[in-house]
Structure formats: structure tokens, C-alpha cells
């Protein structure tokens, strides 16, 4: 049967997910601009044994309207176990499944991209089978074109066999740094192998360049990630607000939050500031600030100046 929408809409924009970044007020506000929201990716262990900061990391803000929890998993039972937490308590709206982070920590403990390769496909064939039928929320992937070679045909066709509603695909290797491009052919090629719905994911810059590549690949949908940060409003046609009242907004969505801290002020403060000519000496200035006032007042005038 071919799936032809993914979550009920035409052609979600999503947020992908940027450990650290895309915090849940940082995900609020791009809800808000109309992105599909994902949390940043977490341990099925850490939300079965109740982490504190894991569950933190998946709450669901005001505004997330269309909201999935990430996995990291690879055992089947933990997997089972957290999807009938999530539903039990409705975390969210859909769950996905890393397949797609190349950090060592993360695929020598033999999860993320590393359930990508041959030597795999047996474990990961449980993994999708049981996570489609246990689920009664969609049951998504998130991939690579493969770990160190591509295998992207294969997991695919596991994917479509176990029910998998839809796949957000990263089109490099987990070995690829972000120095070589996303192929964007092998979204085209993803599209021709199967029924699952495709988002593409990689290197995607704006509004209407997610637009042309739906056109042009046959994507259901597209996921951007970097190129969100310190611009929630790229999911919007034609932004309309200014930056300093977009990152006002953070800043309040941020205040009397656990995110309120120097760490994550000083990344999204930056973000905010990355298009402009002085934006090394900006983040420079922002790293020896140790009030939070001080960065955030000084990202506003930045912001105001220009
Ligand atoms: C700092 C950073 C953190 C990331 N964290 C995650 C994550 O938690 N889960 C995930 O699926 N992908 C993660 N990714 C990958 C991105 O979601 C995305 O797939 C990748 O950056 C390519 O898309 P882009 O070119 O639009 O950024 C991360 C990427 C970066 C740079």
C-alpha cells in the first residue's frame, strides 16, 4: 500500500534534531513557524528508568503540535517498553528511531548509524518489526545513506517490509563529515525503491529550496536542521518578524526554565548572530560574558543594529 501522506499533512517541514540545540524552547518557537518538531535523540533507557534531564529533553511544548520522540536503542525490549510508555502517557505524536548519529560513543555501543551495516540487518529487522507493530503512534527512521558504505537499499526495504510509516534520510555515510555534500540523488533513488514516505534531510538551506527539492526529488517532505538555527522563521514562506523579536521570544520561552543557563544562551545567542560580518568577534565577546543579561543584552543590540 503506498503511504501517501506523512503525519496527515502534504509536505511536513521538520525540524531536524541538533543534540544541545534544539531545545525544547528552541523547538516551541519553531513550532510556532509552522515545523513538525522532533526531540534532540535519547536514550530509551534514560525515559524507561524516568532520567531526569532525558525527560526533560522529550517534554512537549505549548506549541509542538506535531511533536516526535527520538530513540536510541538497540534492543527490542527496551524499545517496546518505552514506545507503550510514550503512548501511555501521549509524550507525543510519533516515535522515531535513531539510525543515523555517526558519534563513536554512540555506534561503538552499537546504536545510531552503526545498526546500519550488513552484519546488522538481522537485529534491525526485529528492531523495525517489533517498533511498527507494538506502535500505535507512526513509527519513523531516521537514516543514513549507510555507516562506512552505503546500505541504504537494504534497510529500506526492511523498513517497507516492517511497516515503517516514514524515513527522514541523511544522505551521507556516518563515516562522510560535513566537508562532503549531501547526495541529493539518493533521495530520488530512495523514492524509486520504496512505499515509505521519504523525507529528505542534508544540506537544505531554505524555504524554497526545501520546496524545490520536494518538487524535484519526489520527497513527501523535507527536515532542516543547521540551517534553522538562529532562523526559527525559515519554516515560514515569507518571514515576517524581525530577528530581535524572534530571539526575544526565545529568550522569554527560555526565562524561568531549566534552559535559562550560560551554556545554552551562549549557543543560541550566537546562532542569532551567525549571518553577520562580525560574527566570530560576536561569539568571542559572547564566550567571556558570565551573566546571562549581559549576552542577552548585548545579542539585542547586535541584532537591533542591523
Ligand atoms: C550538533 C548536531 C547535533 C545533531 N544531533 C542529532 C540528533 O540528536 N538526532 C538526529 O537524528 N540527528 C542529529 N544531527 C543531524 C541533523 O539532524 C541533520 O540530520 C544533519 O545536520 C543534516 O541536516 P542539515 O544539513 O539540515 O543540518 C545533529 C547534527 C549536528 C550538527
Not at 39 to 53: R, V
Not at 80 to 94: G, H, K, M, P, Q
Not at 257 to 270: D, G
Amino acid at each position: 500500500m503506498i503511504k501517501v501522506s506523512v503525519l496527515g499533512l502534504k509536505n511536513p517541514l521538520i525540524l531536524s534534531p541538533l543534540a544541545e540545540i534544539t531545545i525544547p524552547p528552541f523547538r516551541r518557537i519553531c513550532a510556532e513557524f509552522g515545523a513538525v518538531t522532533i526531540s534532540e535523540m535519547t536514550y530509551a533507557k534514560g525515559i524507561l528508568y524516568k532520567d531526569p534531564k532525558s525527560l526533560r529533553r522529550i517534554t512537549r511544548a505549548k506549541t509542538e503540535e506535531k511533536y516526535g520522540i527520538q530513540l536510541l536503542t538497540n534492543s527490542p525490549d527496551d524499545l517496546v517498553n518505552t514506545i507503550e510508555l510514550i503512548e501511555s502517557e501521549n509524550l507525543s505524536d510519533f516515535i522515531e528511531l535513531n539510525l543515523g548519529c555517526p558519534k563513536p560513543k554512540i555506534t561503538n555501543a552499537g546504536l545510531g548509524a552503526y545498526l546500519l551495516t550488513v552484519q546488522n540487518h538481522i537485529l534491525l529487522k526485529e528492531l523495525l518489526e517489533i517498533g511498527s507493530t507494538s506502535s500505535k503512534l507512526p513509527f519513523a527512521l531516521k537514516i543514513r545513506a549507510g555507516f562506512n558504505e552505503i546500505t541504504y537499499p537494504e534497510v529500506i526495504k526492511i523498513a517497507e517490509k516492517a511497516g515503517v510509516s516514514f524515513i527522514t534520510f541523511h544522505s551521507r555515510l556516518a563515516t562522510d563529515n560535513y566537508q562532503i555534500s549531501a547526495k541529493w540523488g539518493y533521495w530520488e533513488q530512495a523514492v524509486k525503491y520504496s512505499t515509505i514516505p521519504i523525507i529528505a534531510n542534508g544540506d537544505i538551506r531554505s524555504y524554497d529550496h526545501a520546496c524545490q527539492v520536494i518538487n524535484q526529488f519526489g520527497v513527501k517532505g523535507v527536515a532542516i536542521g543547521r540551517s534553522a538555527r538562529g532562523n526559527p522563521q525559515i519554516f515560514q514562506k515569507k518571514p515576517q518578524l524581525s530577528s530581535q523579536y524572534v530571539y526575544d521570544r526565545l529568550v522569554q520561552y527560555m526565562e524561568n526554565t531549566e534552559y535559562y543557563n550560560l551554556f545554552n544562551l551562549r549557543v543560541q545567542s550566537s546562532d542569532f548572530l551567525k549571518h553577520f560580518r562580525y560574527a566570530a568577534n560576536a561569539r568571542k565577546n559572547i564566550l567571556l560574558m558570565n551573566k546571562p543579561r549581559e549576552i542577552i543584552e548585548y545579542t539585542r543590540e547586535m541584532l537591533g543594529e542591523h
